[in-house]
Structure formats: structure tokens, C-alpha cells
């Protein structure tokens, strides 16, 4: 089992570097976020990341939390500013070993996929490389003040493959194998449910996690107000997902695919703003 550590770099009150209408923490976050998707299509990969929203999380929070969870590697993607142009990545001054080969496959990877400008490997002394006790790699994603870098970094799929640069990088190093195609293809089918002494619509769509009126359309037909002990119901639909794009909100989805925001809000761990982001993989149902 490989424990990855997911550190999109700054948020909450730290927007990070700021230019052409975006804003470091967000891109840090869809990258972030498509990093842990494609990474969840391999076999014992176990993924942590220090926020998946808009938080506030100092340095020593995610070091402290990387630590204290036993992390095997720690990737930490940002991006630059100050007139450049392309892509860098840092490891601490002076490792050996595993990190210099996760460096450089990662580095040969994003490139690779991204087509940015090569600027190179480079080491230097940040507190998330030297607090960090594991691989540790900071990754700067292409200058957030350049029109060209932000021309595509303003474009899903251009963060679609600085994800997957990374995370052929984390394959190629940590041997990963893809999981069999049924464990990530979802279950179609819909649950279903006996009856039992006591039971209502209302209790059961509390158990379930749903609402009262989804159970009313997955079951037309039956008499809520008359359920039959030994009766068979469904009770829940298959379990959607929906990669948010530009202009989705949370009330929208929740509309689109007969949720409530409270359920979407909690199913993927949002901020009390309801924060989403392009990229970002949400449950919808």
C-alpha cells in the first residue's frame, strides 16, 4: 500500500499568486483534486489530501498531518509568478534516492503530457520539503502572470494533463497497477428494501441518505401511506458523480439530480459556502 499525500498549495484566506482572472488556490485544488481521481484508479494507492476546499491550513498543519499519518509521499502542487514562463519542480537540498527518481519521473511526465516550457529540476529549502518526513515534491504548474501558461491553465483539459503527468510519475516509480475494470466501473443496479413494522417513507429516506421524494419516483405506484410489512421497495438509485465545469453551482446540481444541498454538501466534505470548483469530482446523488 502506497500512502500518497495530496497537498494543494494554499487557500482559504491565502489565495497564493494572483493574475489573468485566476487564482493560485483554486488551480492548486482542480489539480489537486484530478490527481487523487486518476489516482484512484489503481490498486493499493491510499490518498490524503490537506483540504479539499477552500480552507485555511498552515505549513506545519500539512506536514504535521502527513507525518502523523504515515505518509510514503508527499506532492504538493502550485503554481508560479514573477515573469517566467513553464513548468519546475523542487525537492529538498541534498536527498537521494527514491525522491531524486519520483523528481525526475514526475518532471519527464508533466512535460511530456503539458508541452510547457522546461525549466527544469531544482532543490530548495521549503518547510513542506524539510518537514516532511518523506518523498516530498513541490511542483510549480506554469506562471499564473504568463497570457500563454494561463491561456491554458484556464482549460479543463490542460489540468486533466498536468494531473495525469503526475500521477504517471507516482505510477512509473511505485509500480502502481490499474484496478480490474470492475472494481472502478459503479454498480448500476438500485437497492432495495423489506419492510418492516414502523417503517415510513421518511425513515427510509433518513437511513438511506436520500429524500422522500426520490423514493416517491423510484417507486411509482406504491402507496406510501399504506406500506405492507414484507413489501419490497427501492430505496436508492445508483450513486452519480459530475465533474463540476464553469458556472455549476451546488443548488444546480442538487435540482438537476434530485438531491438536496445539505446531501451534496455533505457527500463531498464542503466548506459551510458551499465551494466548488472546476474539475473538482463531486457526488450528486
Known sequence: M??????????????????NSLYEKQLTLSIALKIKAYLEEYEDVEIKMSRTGDQTRSLKQRT??????????????????????????????????????????????????????????KQKNLHVLRESHMTAILTENGFIDNKEDTDNLKQASFIN???RGHVNGLVKVYKLKKKKESETTPNTSSKTYRIAKGD???SLAKKYNTT??????LNPGVDEKNLQIGQTIK???????????????????????????????????????????????????
Do not use: M
Open 2 to 19: 502506497v500512502k500518497v499525500y495530496i497537498d494543494p498549495g494554499h487557500g482559504g484566506t491565502d489565495p497564493g499568486a494572483i493574475g
Open 64 to 121: 504535521d498531518e502527513a507525518n502523523a499519518w504515515d505518509a510514503d509521499v508527499f506532492v504538493s502542487p502550485h503554481v508560479n509568478a514573477g515573469g517566467g514562463e513553464g513548468y519546475e519542480d523542487f525537492v529538498y537540498p541534498g536527498v537521494k534516492g527514491i525522491t531524486l527518481e519520483l523528481q525526475e519521473a514526475i518532471h519527464e511526465a508533466v512535460i511530456k503530457e503539458t508541452g510547457f516550457n522546461d525549466r527544469g529540476k
Open 161 to 163: 494533463k498536468i494531473a
Open 200 to 202: 415510513t417513507f421518511y
Open 212 to 217: 422522500v421524494s426520490n423514493l416517491r419516483k
Open 235 to 285: 430505496v436508492a438509485s445508483t450513486t452519480k458523480y459530475h465533474t463540476v465545469k464553469s458556472g455549476d453551482t451546488v443548488s444546480q446540481l442538487a435540482k438537476k439530480h434530485g438531491s438536496t444541498i445539505k446531501q451534496i454538501r455533505d457527500w463531498n466534505k464542503l466548506d459551510s459556502k458551499y465551494t466548488i470548483y472546476p474539475n473538482q469530482k463531486l457526488r450528486v446523488k
